[in-house]
């Protein structure tokens, strides 16, 4: 069985308990206490020496990064669905897939622990007020492409997983949706997904 090291605020593993979840794979959940600084001891060190949430152990083999763990995942367990395996498909996916990890989350996910996590003492509201502005700029983006596109990539694949957990949580940094009407009704569209769960469940 497949074994999740996994925080429940963590955006990167909800990414992942989603994708486990439609794809309807079991899997063991190994709680990590990362504001008790879990992630630094060395066993799990061991596991991922970057001492970051989630990594995934398949049988022995452990890998980390959430966009790596989901294209292992779809790969694995839905070729030619979440993982389209035509080359056009893949660069699509692909694209915003890596738009994901190069524009979504260093905007919206940091945003959102300077406001969630982070009190004002030890916030910069500067750093804050121009993740908020980039991150209504990676809203516009997502939001015109997705005017013409119930998906990503066109298709439901792990490119809408790997997007959807940080965008659904723009509002808790400050960043709200309602500008973007497309980006809304994507995200109910992944919602109507079959196998579809919360970061709550």
Known sequence: MLKLYDHPLSGNCYKVRLALS?????????????FKGDQHARDYQSLNPNRKIPVLIDEGFHMWESNAILLYLGRKYSPNRLYPEDLR???AMAQWLFFGK?????NLAVARYFTKFLG???R???RLNELRTQG???LKVMDDHLERNDFLAGSYT???IAC???????PEGGIELSPYPSVILWCDRIRSQPGYISMED
């Not at 439609?22 to 206490?33: A, I, K, S, T």
């Open 102 to 106: 190069t524009s979504v989350d260093p």
């Open 136 to 138: 209504n700029g990676v």
């Open 120 to 122: 004002p003492a030890d």
């Open 164 to 170: 959807y957990p940080y965008v659904n949580l723009a």
């Open 89 to 91: 498909g893949f660069g």
């Open 22 to 34: 439609q794809l309807g794979v079991e899997y063991e959940r190994e709680y990590l206490d990362i």
């Open 124 to 126: 910069d509201e500067k």
């Open 158 to 160: 792990i490119a809408d």
